[in-house]
């Protein structure tokens, strides 16, 4: 299994012959560069922040106006027992339109899914991805739906209220695992990604709430009996994170201008075997 803590191209999977008939197949068996000195210190075994410090996705309004304040990059359990993990991430050159076309990318092609952080992202589908967080099994994160402004409490939308947001999403999300039964009741969790706009580029945003749904307009802890989150998950999913704007950052500056303007494939539908899930 790939690992976090230091990537390497050649305990890469080979690719199947069908993979590698994508013109991205070339950009699969590469190192990714390296994080950030401040994303590797906030995301060391045992470095918490203290749960005060996170930031409810329904009390995010005041950091998303102009001049806000920037939430604290780290990852925590919090008293209820859900998890919270905040990657705050520069990726310099990028622009929105280079972003825009990434997911249309991911959408058409998995291998364009797969390069930006390969053996851990495995395919994408509108609504679904199928990855691992490295908790020792491959997750399916259903995408079930977006959190309106209103639900989140919020006067109007963020890219409205402040220029320099270019995008704002924030989801709710049922993660299963897709070795041994399903269980419906367990993971879910919410997720937020902010874009910002820099003089250099863009500043990226990626919160996640394990264990908790919006119900309300408030954050409620939706664990099953029994379920766990732990501080390594958390602390995983931070570093998955920034390894995905990482290797997205080299590969748009490596094929972007190359691919812009060329006609990619519509979504493709969701593979039969994740119909049962769909929802």
């Known amino acids: 299994m790939v690992g976090y803590e230091r990537f390497r191209a050649d305990e890469l999977r080979e690719l199947t012959e069908e993979e590698k008939l994508s013109p991205f197949s070339g950009f699969y068996k590469r190192d990714i560069g390296d994080l950030a000195p401040e994303i590797v210190a906030s995301f060391q075994p045992g ?28 990852y925590c359990l919090l008293p209820n027992g859900a998890g919270y993990t905040c ?3 520069d990726v310099p050159g990028v622009t929105k339109e280079m972003f825009d076309f990434r997911l249309r990318l991911v959408l058409a092609d998995h291998m364009g899914f797969m390069i930006e952080f ?13 990855e691992d967080f490295g908790v020792g099994y491959m997750h399916g994160t259903i995408l079930t739906r977006n959190y309106s402004a209103y639900e989140l409490g919020y006067p109007t939308h963020p890219t409205l209220a402040n220029p320099e947001i270019v995008e704002f999403i924030a989801k709710e999300a049922d993660e299963i695992s897709l070795e041994g039964p399903i269980d419906p009741t367990r993971g879910k969790c919410m997720l937020v990604f902010v874009t910002r706009e820099t003089p250099t580029g863009l500043r990226c945003w990626a919160i996640t709430y394990s264990g908790l749904h919006l119900v309300d307009g408030v954050s409620t802890l939706v664990l099953a009996p029994g379920e766990e989150v732990t501080l390594e998950m958390c ?41 049962p899930f769909r929802h």
């Open 118 to 130: 390969p053996g851990k992202q495995l395919g994408h589908w509108e609504g679904l991805c199928v």
């Open 47 to 74: 470095v918490t922040i203290d749960p005060s410090k996170a930031v409810m996705p329904e009390n995010l309004w005041e950091y998303l106006l102009p001049g806000g304040p920037q939430p604290e990059m780290g």
């Open 87 to 89: 990657l705050v991430a």
């Open 235 to 275: 602390r995983l999913r931070g570093l998955h994170h920034a390894y995905e704007y990482v290797g997205r950052k080299e590969l748009l500056d490596e094929f972007y201008e190359e691919y812009k303007e060329k006609p990619l494939d519509p979504a493709k539908p969701w593979p039969e075997r994740f119909l």
